[in-house]
């Protein structure tokens, strides 16, 4: 199974900017998306963008369409996540996933994913 790294993650000041990435150990993958989820403390994991490794077609939730743009790297076998104007109710923890579908109830992972990285806006 493929292995994910994620990094980049850290404490910013609300309006501030951080680029999360994402690495796989395994260049050979069938799945076709790749995406960001994100959980605060208290909630559920919710979906946050996804990009679709061949077409580069993106996808991203309400709550960060606009601010957010995820965008990959072939040759590094990496997908990165740029987020802009980040707000406090963005702090969580952010995992990287892969072969994401989306479905009737939204998008959900049926591959690996990372071990998380810490997002902490302060206002």
């Known amino acids: 199974q493929v292995q994910l790294v994620e990094s980049g993650g850290g404490l910013v000041q609300a309006g501030g900017s951080l680029r999360l990435s994402c690495a796989a150990s395994?260049?050979?993958?069938?799945?076709?998306?790749w995406g960001w989820f994100r959980q605060a403390p208290g909630r559920e994991r919710e979906f946050v963008a996804a990009?679709?490794?061949?077409?580069?077609?993106?996808y991203y939730a309400d709550s960060v369409k606009g601010r957010f743009t995820i965008s990959r790297d072939g040759a590094k076998n990496t997908v990165y996540l740029q987020m802009n104007s980040l707000q406090p109710e963005d702090t969580a923890v952010y995992y990287c996933?892969?072969?994401?579908?989306?479905?009737?109830?939204?998008?959900?992972?049926?591959?690996?994913w990372g071990q998380g990285t810490q997002v902490t806006v302060s206002s």
């Open positions: 395994e260049r050979t993958f069938t799945w076709s998306n």
């Open positions: 990009i679709n490794w061949s077409g580069g077609s993106t």
């Open positions: 996933s892969v072969d994401l579908r989306r479905g009737t109830t939204g998008w959900t992972s049926f591959g690996s």
